[in-house]
């Protein structure tokens, strides 16, 4: 079994926290639960015989007395271990840190990888890469209406809301690929709002980046060239950028590397050649009232646009 | 007796209602783009040859539909229409869409012809680009940026920071065909 989105397989330190928490919270919650239930099952077999049994009025007020403290104190060392866990979730700031900008959408999510370089910088979506070891703060804003970012197996949640700027860090430990999901509904593609999370190590992660530096390779038989034009002269510009053409609209994932990502339509669907000549033929049926209309390709446009795209690893 | 006709009758004034405001709010997602061919024959000036001909009347499939008219707004944005016809609709570098003088004619299929060929001095040509279901939409929407829908069914607000009027509060105006000066 694959544990993409589980918080209790934590893949870094504020994930073994915040799991940690939840063992101790499992833990108390399943003794106080079996022991209420030892007790009723005592009561009920003492049953009628307990009942003219009389205990002495000080016997009764001593074990409610032993009851309050000892809940008393129980919810005192919740409450402090929560605190202690809650402001180390955030202690993980380092001038060395990587930081991404995800900006929420309905219904997928704009990651951009900040560097004071302008052309160092990488825009990606739905997909994002992180190196292991690093800490990595992310930035998060919305576009429209408030979202909230949950990767389980590295941290705890955050909302994105529109016109505000929340901060969120995490460090994966473990290589390995998580799901994150949005987690505050956000319309009605709400479920269909993930995001995968793949942590690399460092020298495949710098190789991932610089790869994504790179605009989008020049077509090479005739059949790319024309799904390029296609592309450039057709809908698809008017919202979506891949770098190094004509095409440069901003409210659309950015496809200059999408042949490199895992998902279509913020990991509503695998990313393959057949799921993506569905995807463009007919958004509306895979994932009712995204933003994408069906542009309305001819079949052989649709053939020519599916080879161009496939290029851009 | 009476008040079972009483009864009848609100029964089927809540059906006139509810079957009313179903139009309102049907979101029609997988609408496939109409094929239009009908700009090639919009007239956008006052002069015709011959006899004055019956003008066809054209709506917008979105004019009732309050989503289809909030895409419209969206898609106004999204698709630069705002740095030259304002925020609102004032005006800036292009003719305001808020007024009630109209270059290239108010009707729905004047302004669909305006939006999918473009005009002179500045406005691009977007048929081709996106899809007819789109064009409507925005078409509605800037009918509502004039009045020109029914105040129930028009937006009622913006999402940021309000500088004019909603368009549900824009009071309808008579639309005055200018012509190009």
Same mark, same amino acid.
């Given at each position: ?32 639960? #079996? ?17 003219? #049994? ?97 990767? %389980? ?47 690399? %190590? ?91 209309? %069906? ?19 | ?31 496939? @783009?109409?094929?239009? $061919? ?26 009732? $539909? ?21 925020? $609102? ?5 292009? @003719? ?11 009707? @729905? ?73």
């Amino acid at each position: 079994m694959s544990h993409l989105q589980s918080v209790i397989h934590p893949a870094g330190i504020q994930a073994a926290l915040v799991s940690h928490l939840w063992w101790i919270l499992f833990g108390i919650c399943t003794f106080v639960w #079996v022991a209420v239930a030892i007790a009723a099952l005592i009561a009920m077999r003492r049953g009628h015989r307990a009942a003219s #049994v009389d205990l002495p009025e000080s016997r009764i007020g001593r074990n409610v007395a032993f009851a309050g403290v000892a809940t008393t104190i129980t919810l005192i060392a919740i409450i402090f271990e929560s605190v202690v866990i809650g402001r180390s979730l955030n202690t993980l700031k380092a001038p060395d840190a990587l930081r991404i900008t995800v900006t929420a959408n309905q219904w997928w999510w704009d990651v951009q990888y900040e560097n004071p370089v302008p052309s160092l910088r990488v825009t990606t979506a739905n997909e994002i890469h992180i190196p292991v070891g690093r800490p990595v703060g992310f930035n998060l804003l919305s576009n429209d209406v408030i979202h909230s970012l949950w990767i %389980p197996n590295l941290q705890g949640k955050i909302d994105l809301v529109p016109g505000r700027r929340n901060e969120l860090w995490l460090q994966a430990d473990r290589p390995g690929v998580y799901r994150g999901q949005c987690a505050e509904y956000c319309g009605l593609q709400h479920a269909k709002m993930a995001l995968v999370v793949v942590a690399d %190590p460092p020298e495949q992660f710098e190789y991932w980046l610089t790869a994504n530096r790179a605009s989008a390779p020049a077509p090479v038989t005739p059949e790319q060239q024309r799904g390029k034009d296609v592309i450039e002269k057709g809908p698809c510009a008017m919202c979506h950028t891949i770098t190094g053409t004509l095409a440069g609209g901003r409210t659309a994932p950015d496809l200059t590397h999408i042949a490199s990502r895992s998902t279509l339509g913020a990991g509503s669907i695998p990313n393959t050649q057949g799921y993506l000549a569905g995807w463009i033929s007919d958004p509306q049926s895979i994932k009712p009232g995204n933003r994408m209309p %069906p542009p309305g390709l001819a079949s052989d446009e649709l053939q020519a646009v599916l080879a161009y795209l496939e290029t851009l690893k | 007796m009476r008040s079972r006709s009483t009864l009848i009758l609100s029964l089927l004034l809540t059906a006139a209602v509810m079957s009313s405001r179903c139009e309102r709010e049907t979101r029609r997602y997988k609408e496939l @783009p109409a094929a239009s $061919n009908r700009e090639t024959a919009v007239r956008v000036g006052q002069l015709e040859p011959g006899m004055p001909q019956q003008k066809a009347d054209v709506k917008s499939p979105y004019q009732e $539909n309050a989503w289809g008219i909030g895409e419209g707004k969206r898609l106004y944005s999204a698709y630069n229409c705002a740095p030259c016809h304002g925020v $609102n609709g004032g005006g800036a570098i292009g @003719p305001p869409l808020m007024d009630d003088a109209w270059i290239y004619g108010a009707q @729905p299929d004047q302004i669909y012809a305006t939006i999918s060929q473009g005009r002179p001095d500045g406005m691009p040509s977007f048929g081709g680009h996106i899809p007819a279901q789109q064009i409507w939409q925005l078409v509605a929407y800037v009918q509502s940026m004039g009045g020109q829908v029914r105040s129930t069914t028009a937006a009622g607000r913006n999402d940021d920071q309000m500088g004019a009027l909603p368009e549900s509060r824009r009071g309808s105006q008579v639309p005055v065909q200018t012509g190009h000066r």
